[in-house]
């Protein structure tokens, strides 16, 4: 997917009404999860996704900070994500717990 016309998002827009639900991809395109929720907004907000496992079975609750992120709006209008983690990198983090 060619990001390059994508309107990033601002820290304004950085809440759960608008990256909830939103497709997170890694560095090579493939998809890696869906934000689940965020705590906060803005830079600061923590933005809570399951990495790994299949069919939520053996997979494992990570929390990143917005800012390493970057949410995006498609053509249509559809808010991602792309992280430079890699889904390894992802499953080494601790587990959140709510």
Do not use: C, N, W
Not at 46 to 65: E, H, N, T
Not at 66 to 74: N, P, S
């Amino acid at each position: 997917m060619d990001h390059t016309d994508h309107v990033r998002l601002t820290s304004a827009e950085l809440r759960p009404d608008v990256v909830e639900g939103a497709t997170i991809y890694g560095r090579d395109d493939e998809e890696i999860s869906s934000v689940d929720h965020i705590h906060g907004t803005g830079e600061h907000a923590q933005v809570v996704f399951d990495v790994g496992g299949f069919l939520g079975i053996g997979s494992k609750r990570v929390a990143l900070y917005a800012t390493q992120l970057d949410f995006m709006r498609d053509e249509d209008g559809t808010v991602h994500a792309i992280t430079q983690m890699t889904t390894d990198q992802l499953k080494a983090l601790p587990e959140h717990f709510d």
